[in-house]
Each structure stands twice: as structure tokens, then as C-alpha cells.
T-cell receptor, first 112, second 114 residues
């Protein structure tokens, strides 16, 4: 299994631009999570899906952030418009039941 | 609500010395507990987990952790530190029973001194 696959690995964009981060979870996993990691705030859960349905999006910072999971093998996290304070590493993770998460390698986003 | 407290954001040990990383949790139901490790520029990797049963849990790379309900603790240990153990370690808790939302601690960076 290739694990959780995130793309791109690095993204540099200008303030105000739209950014789309992508995630392919492990086949058979029924839950998917998006996290943001910064030095100041650590790991923050943004949103998680169970069986493709958003269950808890209380961590999404504001309306500029949106996430979708159109099918069991793909999810996106979109930021529109992006701001410098969105600069962080964004992780996707998937899991099956309570057996622990498998994390992707992350997308390092820099908004200039 | 569940929460995790990791004591010490930075821990330094000498190579060959005991590693002890502390974690205390709060949960309204019997918890599921996890330790993850993060190497630079990588995602988090599961080290070990406790769900039910034996309270001493062994993980990868020689690490182990003991669930102590009376102390609400789940400390991570390794008898002899290697240079390759230098990384950031995260303790995490979930309320289990299929509820998969996991709450992470703030992390402890382990430095191994040669």
C-alpha cells in the first residue's frame, strides 16, 4: 500500500490566490482527517469525514476554508482567498475504526 | 471532553540513557491512547497504541508505554536512547468505541546527545 498520498508537497502562492490541497487516503479506510501544523499552534484538527460525510468541521478557521470528499478515494482542502497567516504544513490522515491514524507526508504551504 | 498534556516541550538525553516522555490525559470515557513520532519534514507515524487489555504496550523501535488509569498517564519509555530517536513525539487520546476523533498533545522534542 502506498500510504496516504498528498499533493503537492510544497506550494508557494501569492496572497489572494486560491489554493487546493489534495489527499488520497488508504484504500478501505473509512475516515479522513485534515490537520494544520504550525510552530505557534501545534497540530489543529480542521475537519474530519466518516464514510465521505463531513462529521466535524468546527476546526475550520473561517469561510475561506472548505473541504470536500466526493468519494472514498479523494479529498480536497481549498483556501480561497489565501492569506499569509495560512502558511503552515497541512496533513491529511486516514483511519479504519480506532486503530490509529496513518498520516500523509504533508503539504507545506507558503503564502507570500 | 478529552485532552492531553505532555510535560516538557523539550527533553534531552544522552545516547544509551533511558528515555522517558510524559503524557497525562483527560477523558470522560475509557480512552484509547496513542504515541506518534514525527521526524523532520515528515508526517506523524504511529509508534504504539493502547485500546483495551494489557496495560503495557510495546511499539516499534524499542519503545513502550504503560496505561495507568489511576494516574491518568500514558508515559513513553525506551531503555537506551539511540541517535536515530531524535524526533518530536506526540501523545494522543480518543474516546474509542469507534469514535475516531483524536486529540493530540503539543509534542515533546527529544534530543539525543552523543
Amino acid at each position: 500500500d502506498a500510504g496516504v498520498i498528498q499533493s503537492p508537497r510544497h506550494e508557494v502562492t501569492e496572497m489572494g490566490q486560491e489554493v487546493t490541497l489534495r489527499c488520497k487516503p488508504i484504500s478501505g479506510h473509512n475516515s479522513l482527517f485534515w490537520y494544520r501544523q504550525t510552530m505557534m499552534r501545534g497540530l489543529e484538527l480542521l475537519i474530519y469525514f466518516n464514510n465521505n460525510v463531513p462529521i466535524d468541521d468546527s476546526g475550520m478557521p473561517e469561510d475561506r476554508f472548505s473541504a470536500k470528499m466526493p468519494n472514498a478515494s479523494f479529498s480536497t482542502l481549498k483556501i480561497q482567498p489565501s492569506e499569509p497567516r495560512d502558511s503552515a504544513v497541512y496533513f491529511c490522515a486516514s483511519s479504519l475504526q480506532e486503530y490509529g491514524y496513518t498520516f500523509g507526508s504533508g503539504t507545506r504551504l507558503t503564502v507570500v | 471532553a478529552q485532552s492531553v498534556t505532555q510535560l516538557g516541550s523539550h527533553v534531552s538525553v544522552s545516547e544509551g540513557a533511558l528515555v522517558l516522555l510524559r503524557c497525562n490525559y483527560s477523558s470522560s470515557v475509557p480512552p484509547y491512547l496513542f504515541w506518534y513520532v514525527q521526524y523532520p519534514n515528515q508526517g506523524l507515524q504511529l509508534l504504539l497504541k493502547y485500546t483495551t487489555g494489557a496495560t503495557l504496550v510495546k511499539g516499534i523501535n524499542g519503545f513502550e508505554a504503560e496505561f495507568k488509569k489511576s494516574e491518568t498517564s500514558f508515559h513513553l519509555t525506551k531503555p537506551s536512547a539511540h541517535m536515530s530517536d531524535a524526533a518530536e513525539y506526540f501523545c494522543a487520546v480518543s474516546e474509542g468505541g469507534g469514535y475516531q476523533k483524536v486529540t493530540f498533545g503539543t509534542g515533546t522534542k527529544l534530543q539525543v546527545i552523543p
